[in-house]
């Protein structure tokens, strides 16, 4: 499943929103960079009125004065440009971090079923690279579009000013530029787009060969791995070598459009001032204001591409908030704690049932196990017990009210899933138990990881509980990560426990040895055990055989031995010796 | 402008494609040596692209030149020849420009690349050489980030290489042109605007610092960002997503804060920019204003001066951009060649004459553990501590760093590997370890890289028998249901570290892999660690079949392993205490005392799987005919 992304229309009215929201701050913003930009007029304007004056052979103090207007005007400009500057960039902090905030909010709220079918590869990269680009873009560019388009629009509007009729050589360029630049940025934004994915599978590969250095070395992969670090730098220079057509054309194109408005100017100026409708500093001052477009316009060229670059990540920044959610909560109270499921059926795809309307009706305080082969459905059946999606057929309830009918937060207090997916947080370990319990005690702490037999290997860590873990800290190994997630899990404390396969990272012996205490911890508790071993079974009050998407068996662990039939030709056979 | 196109593609095709196919050996004495022993590889380019940049830096230069000229002389006699001409002339020169520079950045950016990408081609080569003490020497991140990031700032010397230099070229003629027209003018050119790129420096640095500043806390803010993600799931599931946003506003202001410092050090440079430029302007008009009132220069040259002022802004920005590149890429290479100096393992280095047969067909012998493993049997390591077994394993491929002294003491046949030399020991032991990583690329080829290699036995197999190899191994490791997970099964893609499969799928496709080696001696780590008793009894039953005859080494300590295998070792405080047959050890006949020990270890474990052994491949024995799909393989696991 996949998320989705923002159309274009979406994408308007999204930064339609943002925009009016900052309308008083980008106002400032604009006000200040058009500011800056008339100041920067002034000295063309100013030797055009000295080419004159020299031409009529003027007095000194008219040049003096000239001057001085003109050192007034460069400092005028130069503290304008530094407000607005600082301005547009702290505008640009202020919007971006609302946008990134916004974000992770929406993003920590998606609908269960979203983020256990869309896998977290997706979201993980719009929360690293989607934000990077439109942090460049919103950072840098923003600003910088703002300033070069203020730029050309007065430096032409002045040029009109001076003299329109000069003026309007300006233009000539402009029937080589656009069609060039639109047919630059019709291509650009993809090919940029191809060659940032292509270092990315080029940094992947790296990856995959230093972490699996030991593989490489043992199974001699070496040749392998070169050939693809190669072969994806072959991809790298072929995207670049697309992207340096695109300029290839986009340059002379532009520089070209750049020199034909000078020449143009001089050639119909000298044609109007023979004609007696200018005068020489009119045509060199609107000459100079030509030659001084080059930059700006070159610049927003630049930026509209990393523009295009940055609106298709924010698309997909934007597109997370049209996730819709998979349940409405209703306010009906569960009146105790016994979990039914009721002829569940569930499909992934429509029309292929992996559930095929199971009913199992859990006893208060019992322990269920679920063995069955792999792809059978057991965890599909786990999430429906822990309300994680919406059963396609049939249902699943807690003291008469379906679990999906439930708030979230209350959901968490009647029936929690721990899978063997571990993921151990940024933080001290102390931070990724209080999740479940932000309040617990200290005692509590203790006594989660002790009913887990996780609190030797804590306490032995240089800061105990203090100690920081997940990426950049201390490293725990995947059983220590399972045990952390099963504290969590105590901490929490629901009335109702689905456990998938939680132990399956640990070696046998201290996976039963960890399932012991835990059920000491967790006495009075329903617990439903997913497991792939069969002491599992062995050790809880009921077992549920689950096949091709049915419970084909269900009771006591000597119920189902003497019954004869799956189960106990299974356990049989590992009995026999 | 439309034969400037093809005269850059024609340039584009001329120079060599990349990747080149032997980076070539540079020297890792020191960052200014590597740098330029990469400079000394494009030298030709470099060149080419430093002459286009003078080019346009000339004709740059030479637009307020003739702008200055056509005042003078062109502009008030109607369209004039000498108008004409002078407008032909911005022409010429706008053309110049316009080829040189697109001609230039053609090969700026081939420069950039060959740079980068040698480097990165470097960094790529040298860690599939190195085993794992690459990993040792330094985190996986800084490995990958010497790819990601410096190997471009090493390409971004050589991109600005040429624009330095053109600037540098121009700013001289330029300077020259002046001092001709006028001393003063010549010499504040001179001497005013290294000044101005002095004052500006002074701004850059403490700028520097605030934008590394707000970087690091980017940075943070990013990791933050995707492990909330990542581990969202649980976050959904238990609670904690309001703990976990307050965090990540906490540190999005803190990143807006920096930027908010940045912003303030930032505009002062734009201003700065703006007010030091402009002053100097300011100044050369004033002067050439003077100088034209008195006669002693043109309005015309008053223009081009003007035009000269502002021109120069250019070659400054270039310079101190060049300065900068500079140090960033230095800092890069002084990364880049911690990761070029860490050792080779030396597994692919050539072979000591002879040693292909040497102890062929004999038995292996570590003498540290005295651990003897018979030639053509599958022998099974246990103890009751898991690693210790693991570790004499992997000591009898030598695999790893922590083995590196033990090349002497185990021997293949009599000969010690130590005489047989890595890249032989390799290709006659292979091993496989619990958790060994999948790559990226199409499961045929990822399941049986040899035979991409072309290395087991040489000979190139039909299609049908290569599939018909690769299905026999997914079949002996229980994989075949990857073939369902993967899209387009043996011809689909593993996604990156097989990600998109189960950790039991990831286990037996790994032990396929391995499998598919065909290797003389091969040493599986704990191989059914991650998957079910239905599972692990037929592969344990399917392994015999397949290695039968063939010196194999199982660690692993579940019975339905032990009872398959042809002997088993008891190993316990690193040392072999017993051998025999699981049946025959749990029976005593390697004495009482091993029997107990034994039965203390396995029986343990055999409590935990809730067996004592042989039987469960009993189930497996009675199979007429092969399992071929999932569905058959469950419905068979269902008879039993």
Redesign the interface.
Known sequence: MKLPVADAAALRAHTGRLLRRHRRGLGRVLGLHVSAAVA?LA?PW??GL??D???R????SF??Q??LF??VA??L???L??????AS??L???V??EL??EF??T????P?SV??RAG??D??SR??TD??RV?HTV?FGVPRVLVTSATITLTVVAAFVVDWRVAVALLVGTP?LVPTVRWYLRRAAAGYLRESAS?AR?????????????????????????A???AD??V??SA??YT??L???L???V??S???P??GV??W???L???GHTT?GS??TI??YA??LMQPIGELIFWLDEVQVGSTALARIVGVADVAPDRRAGDAEPSDEHVVAEKVRYAYREGHDVLHGIDLDLAVGERLAVVG????GKSTLGRML?G?HPPTGGRVSVGGVPLVDLP??DL?GHV??????H?V??GTIE?NL???R?DAAPEDLRRALEAVDAWEWVAALPDGLATEV???GVALTPAQAQQV?LA??VL?DPHTLVLDEAT??L???A??HLERSLSAVLAGRTVVAIA????T??DADRVAVV??GRITEIGSHDELVAAGG?YA????????? | MASTVPEGRRTVLRVRPLPETDPGTPPLTSAPAYLWWVARRQGWLLLGSSLLAVASAVSLAALPFLLGRVVDTGLDGGLSRDLLVGCLLILGAGLVLALGNVVGHVLDVHNWLRGAFRTSQLVGHHVTRTGDAVTAELPTGEVVATVASDALRVGEVFYVTARFIGGLVAYLVVAALLLDSSVVLGVAVLVGLPTVAGALALVVRPLQRRQAEQREAAGRLTTLGSDTVSGLRILRGIGGEDVFTARYREQSQRVRHAGVRVAGTQSLLDGLQTLLPGLFLAGVVWVGARLALDGEITAGQLVTFYGYAAFLTEPLTAATQAVHVLTRALVGVRKILRVLRVPVTGAELPRPDGASSAGLGGDLVDAVSQVLVRHGTVTALVSADPDETARVATRLGLLGREHADDAARVTLGGVALADLGLAEVRRRVVVAESTPQLFTGLLREELDPRAADGVPDGLVRAREEVEARLLDALLAADGQDVLDSVPDGLDGEVAEKGRSLSGGQRQRLALARALLTEAEVLVLVEPTSAVDAHTEARIAARLAQVRAGRTTVVVSASPLVLDRVDEVVLVADGVARARGTHRGLLDGAAGPEAAARYRAVVSRAAADEGTAGTAAATGTDTTTGTPTTREEAHREAARR
Do not use: C, K
């Open positions: 920067g000295g100013l030797l000295m080419v004056a020299v031409r052979g003027a007095d000194g040049v003096d000239a001057v003109l050192v460069v400092v400009q130069a503290g440009v530094r407000a607005a500057q600082r960039m702290v640009g902090e202020t971006f971090a990134r905030e992770v909010a993003v920590t709220r998606l269960l983020v256990e977290t590869g979201l993980v929360t690293t934000i990077d942090q950072r080589l270092y080029l940094n992947g590969t790296i990856t995959e060969s230093v972490e699996g250095a030991r593989t490489v070395d043992a199974l001699g992969l070496g040749a392998r791995r070169r693809r670090t190669d730098l072959r790298a220079y670049e070598q340096l057509r300029r290839t054309v340059f002379p194109g520089d070209l750049f020199v034909l000078i020449v001089l050639v100026g000298a044609w001032i023979a004609s020489v045509v060199t000459a100079l030659v001084q082969p792999s792809g059978a822990a994680i979230l937060e968490r929690a899933l721990v899978t063997q997916e993921h947080f940024v931070q209080r999740l479940a932000t997940g990426s950049g997630a969590r899990l929490l399956s990272l070696d046998p012996r996976a039963r792939h071993r069969l002491h079974a062995h096949d091709g799956d030709a299974l356990w049989h056979s590992w009995q026999r010796d």
